[in-house]
């Protein structure tokens, strides 16, 4: 079998997504995710400009090998774009491997560990009521957790939660340029356990509560916070710390039991070495689509798993259908499996992308369809094309460039 025409779909369905497609010598294609929120094009390049004459010719079930090639063939490895570029590779080869196979995915990846996958959703307010509307209109869509982001009182543009109605307007006027949010720590520190305090006495102390501090603390910080919340009983703190410094973690751990999630933004093992080893944390954020594919992130859940560390895998509207499915097969083989983030896609996007995965009552399941079991419909793809769009940046109230 050889690989015969390689293609990159980049298409804005409501967002943008990249895609890649391989095609074979026996009609086989499969597909991979490589989207990279705010930094797409690049990704698209990386695959057309340099991955693509690498895989012509290729035999597509030799995955392992083809992987090393494009991790070590580069020489310059890591970071966000080479490994989201890996990923669509790892990914659309065990698509065609399981459609040659006849197999879903998971079974390729030692079938079933469990009967569905378990997902958390997100809510938001800028206030309590608006937060509490929120939390039930996620409860209303099953979802078994839910994570609570919160306005801060002062502040008029905050992470995942709706501006101000007395915000200065955008000086970035929507997406073309970056948006510009406010912050601050002080601020956010001193208001956020209330507000744990209230949603606990509305909503009772069983439901589990997330929520993302989106790498804004100092470890100290985060230790101060993560104390805070052990009232509340949180499922989990999220990026309490911008975590490249690892051993900073340390310092978390050594003042709270508020159990500990990271790894959204990483893309290799090395990123987790200390967190896993040390037991600094309690779940594994990467995605399929950010960290190198299906292959390296199997490895790194067998890593985690000497330590009692979880999946939790990054599931936002920006991680594209293409890369739900991949996740989905791996959220349902692996033993060591903890949650799902899922945040749905536009109807059109689902048009854009048909696929076998079904969300009920909050539970995903990949369906048995061959492969990732998702098929990419090119003329709708083609009628959205690529919009400008950034990330937001965040800055202090002093105007200094903050983590957002
Ligand atoms: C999450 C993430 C997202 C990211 C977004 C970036 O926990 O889902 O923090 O909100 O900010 O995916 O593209
Ligand atoms: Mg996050």
């Not at 996958?117 to 309590?128: I, Q």
């Not at 190198?292 to 990054?314: E, V, Y």
């Not at 909050?362 to 990732?372: E, N, Q, R």
Request: charged share 20%; glycine share 8%.
């Amino acid at each position: 079998m050889k690989i015969t025409d390689v293609s990159v779909v980049v298409t804005s369905p409501g967002r943008n997504f990249v895609t890649l497609k391989i095609g074979t010598d026996e009609g086989v294609t499969g597909l991979g995710d490589a989207t990279l929120n705010g930094r797409e094009l690049a990704v698209a390049s990386y695959l057309r400009d340099h991955v693509v004459p690498l895989l012509l010719g290729t035999d597509p079930h030799r995955i392992e090998d083809t992987w090393q090639l494009l991790y070590r063939g580069a020489y310059w490895r890591r970071g966000p774009v080479t490994m989201a570029a890996i990923s669509a590779v790892d990914v659309a080869l065990w698509d065609i491997k399981g459609k040659v196979a006849g197999l879903p995915l998971y079974q390729l990846l030692g079938g079933a560990s469990r009967d569905r996958v378990a997902t958390y959703g997100h809510a938001s307010g800028r206030d309590l009521p608006q937060l509490f509307d929120s939390i039930r209109e996620r409860l209303a869509h099953g979802y078994p957790a839910i994570r609570v982001q919160s306005g801060v009182p002062g502040l008029h543009r905050v992470y995942a939660t709706p501006t101000a109605p007395d915000a200065a307007p955008d000086p970035a006027n929507g997406f073309a340029l970056p948006a510009v949010e406010d912050w601050d720590t002080g601020a956010y520190l001193r208001h956020l356990p209330r507000v744990f305090e209230a949603v606990r006495a509305e909503f009772g102390p069983d439901l589990p509560l997330l929520h993302d501090s989106h790498h804004r603390l100092t470890p100290l910080q985060a230790a101060r916070l993560g104390k805070a919340l052990e009232p509340y009983d949180l499922f989990w703190l999220e990026d309490c710390t911008p975590a490249e410094n690892q051993e900073g973690l340390r310092l978390v751990r050594r003042h709270t039991t508020t159990p500990l999630a990271i790894g959204e933004v990483f893309n290799t093992v090395f990123d987790f070495q200390t967190l896993i080893s040390e037991q600094l944390i309690d779940y594994v954020r990467a995605s399929v689509t950010h960290f190198g594919g299906i292959s390296p992130l199997r490895k790194l859940l067998d890593f985690a798993a000497m330590h009692q560390i979880k999946s939790a895998m990054h599931g936002p509207e920006d991680v594209s259908p293409v890369g739900t499915a991949a996740a989905i097969h791996l959220d349902l083989a692996v033993h060591n499996f903890g949650i799902q983030e899922y945040s749905g896609h536009s109807p059109l996007a689902h048009r854009v992308f048909p696929h076998s995965y079904t969300f009920t009552d909050g539970f995903l399941h990949p369906g048995d369809a061959p492969g990732i079991g998702v098929d990419i419909d090119e003329e709708i793809a083609a009628a959205h094309p690529y919009q400008q769009s950034y990330l937001p940046v965040n800055r202090l109230l002093d105007g200094t460039v903050h983590d957002w």
